[in-house]
């Protein structure tokens, strides 16, 4: 696509269940980032992928968040029993590819959690 | 997760001066470097990469980057009233971002 697509832009549900966000990067960028932002915070790393492998995987918080990119495209970042410090705005990205000189973001618009 | 520090802010200069924006970092190795601006409710878009020693200017824009320091800055010279936003410092392939610095730029 034309840009990074994320869905669903706003979610709501209720502490303890199951959330999946979704994000589809620019076609032919084969590196993807997903971040978190709080309020006043700048975006947390979480993890990112190059290809269909997590290449870092480090700043995910705990294991009731997983991310996966089966096919190398879209990705879906997984959220079990959600907390309410699970609230936040999730951002992806995506590059080019990893490590060029060219390797810049570009940020889809975010899909904004809230758990109550 | 590697640090990233900016000041916070809020950072307000009068139009048409020169805002100075820094961030300093604790991963020596990392050799990419960059500037996001964010407007409120929105994502970030870049304004500037940086990859080398020394200045980069773009415009009315100019980054600074001296690795030795572990420093990377960010000159908006001419300031505008459409320049106040979030402004953040993105470091290494993971982009370690900071916190970010709000500016407002008075009319």
């Known amino acids: 696509g034309a840009g990074v697509s994320q869905t669903p832009s706003n979610k709501v549900t209720e502490k303890g269940k199951y959330v999946e966000l979704r994000c589809d990067p620019i076609s032919g960028h084969t590196a993807l980032y997903w971040y978190r932002q709080s309020l006043g915070q700048g975006p947390e790393f979480l993890i990112y992928f190059q290809g269909t492998g997590a290449a870092d995987d480090s700043g995910l918080p705990n294991d009731r968040f997983f991310a996966v990119r089966p096919e190398g495209s879209v990705s879906t970042l997984k959220i079990q029993r959600t907390e309410r410090g699970d609230s936040a705005v999730y951002l992806c990205?995506?590059?080019?590819?990893?490590?060029?000189?060219?390797?810049?973001?570009?940020f889809g618009a975010g899909s904004r959690l809230t758990v109550l | 997760q590697k640090e990233v520090e900016q000041n916070s802010g809020p950072l307000s200069v009068p139009e048409g001066a020169i805002a100075s924006l820094n961030c300093t970092y604790s991963d020596r190795v990392s050799q990419s470097f960059f500037w996001y601006r964010q407007y409120s409710g929105k994502s970030p878009e870049l304004i500037m990469s940086?990859?080398?020693?020394g200045d980069k200017e773009d415009g009315r824009f100019t980054a600074q980057l001296n690795k030795a320091s572990q420093y990377v800055s960010l000159l908006i010279r001419d300031s505008q009233p459409s320049d106040s936003a979030t402004y953040l410092c993105a470091v290494g392939n993971q982009f370690y971002f900071g916190t970010g610095t709000s500016l407002t730029v008075i009319p």
């Open positions: 940086i990859y080398s020693n």
């Open positions: 990205a995506s590059s080019l590819r990893l490590g060029s000189g060219a390797n810049v973001l570009t």
